[in-house]
Nanobody, 125 residues
Framework: EVQLVESGGGLVQPGGSLRLSCAAS????????MSWVRQAPGKGLEWVST????????SYAESVKGRFTISRDNAENTLYLQMNSLKPEDTAVYYC??????????????????RGQGTQVTVSS
């Protein structure tokens, strides 16, 4: 069974930074594109960013472009999201999610076959 465990969330002031991590196990991490998605209170799931299996292609939602950076370390089976210049509207539970199709890559929300338990990010003064 695929395992995805997010960490790194917390409370941060507007303008601050956080780095989220997602430890992946029980599947061949380097074969799959991965995404970060988020869900704010009372709202639906929102796509944030995607990276292809090799790490050479990335895409971002317009709302985070220029502020967030997705990356991965295939040797360590870990996905990252560096978040800078955080805004109150970034407050949400952040999830890492695994693509269901091997080697496939696209931007936007897709059908993921696994998602972690999430980590809370709160941006507030």
């Amino acid at each position: 069974e695929v395992q995805l465990v997010e960490s790194g969330g917390g409370l941060v002031q507007p303008g601050g930074s956080l780095r989220l991590s997602c430890a992946a196990s029980r599947f061949t991490f380097s074969n799959y594109a991965m995404s970060w998605v988020r869900q704010a209170p009372g709202k639906g799931l929102e796509w944030v960013s995607t990276i292809n299996n090799g790490g050479g292609m990335t895409s971002y939602a317009e709302s985070v472009k220029g502020r967030f950076t997705i990356s991965r370390d295939n040797a360590e089976n870990t996905l990252y999201l560096q978040m800078n210049s955080l805004k109150p509207e970034d407050t949400a539970v952040y999830y890492c999610a695994k693509f269901s199709r091997i080697y496939y890559y696209t931007s936007g929300l897709v059908l993921y076959d696994s998602r972690g338990q999430g980590t809370q990010v709160t941006v507030s003064s």
